[in-house]
């Protein structure tokens, strides 16, 4: 089975909109972290938010807000406010357990595209 | 600015030939992942180290790969033979062994084995 599930292969958004990008997990583990990063056509991963499993509070990192509901295993990324850089790959990742003792497993990813 | 550096950017080879793919952690990381890209199976972990240790090589094929790591400040990953079915972009990425876990990655390696 599929640890991270990202349903949607592509999303398009007007800039200045807000876009969501779903993701959705699997793990019996109750202590695990959430994260997101970013992919731009150069290629390098860049890290966007983290949110862990006992957070009680949804993480906020700027223009990006992650969705966090246990209940329902999904950890959707919110974008405010889109912008033309934004543009770019999309990966949802999972670490399970501890930091010190895991690795972290990727979805598929999401291809954002921001119109002007 | 610290950041994970990975050599070289490109490499476009033969099969059968041997490639050496390179990674500079981030000073004072003490974890280093090695992790391959490609459209149809996203992002594999093939190796991973912690300390200069080997923890994790589960996912990689062990007649052809190895990792390594000489000392703290790189970590190696060869192919040998190399087969067209490696052609990938390889990313090493670093980390701290503690809080989140998060990892930087470096920009990877583009390899084409013709």
């Known amino acids: 089975a599929q640890k991270i599930t990202q349903t949607q292969p592509g999303m398009f958004v007007q800039e200045k909109e807000a876009v969501t990008l779903d993701c959705t997990y699997d793990?019996?583990?109750?202590?695990?972290?959430l994260f997101w990063y970013k992919q731009p056509s150069s290629g390098e991963m860049i890290f966007l938010i983290y949110q862990g499993s006992y957070d009680q509070q949804n993480a906020t990192e700027g223009r990006y807000s992650l969705n966090f509901q246990k209940a329902r295993k999904s950890a959707n990324l919110v974008i405010s406010a889109s912008q033309l850089g934004d543009s770019a790959m999309y990966f949802c990742a999972m670490r399970e357990g501890n930091s010190g003792y895991s690795t972290l497993t990727f979805g598929k990813g999401t291809m954002l595209l921001v119109s002007p | 600015d610290a950041r994970v550096t990975q050599t070289p950017r490109h490499k476009v080879t033969e099969m059968g030939q041997e490639v050496t793919m390179r990674c500079q952690p981030i000073?004072?990381?003490?974890?280093v992942f090695w992790y391959r890209q490609t459209m149809m199976q996203g992002l594999e972990l093939l190796a991973y180290f912690r300390n200069r240790a080997p923890l994790d090589d589960s996912g990689m094929p062990k007649d052809r790969f190895s990792a390594e790591m000489p000392d703290a400040t790189l970590a190696t990953l060869k192919i040998q033979p190399s087969e067209p079915r490696d052609s990938a972009v390889y990313f090493c990425a670093s980390g701290l062994n503690r809080d989140t876990g998060e990892l930087f990655f470096g920009e990877g390696s583009r390899l084409t084995v013709l």
């Open positions: 793990t019996s583990d109750p202590s695990y972290g």
């Open positions: 000073l004072g990381h003490n974890t």
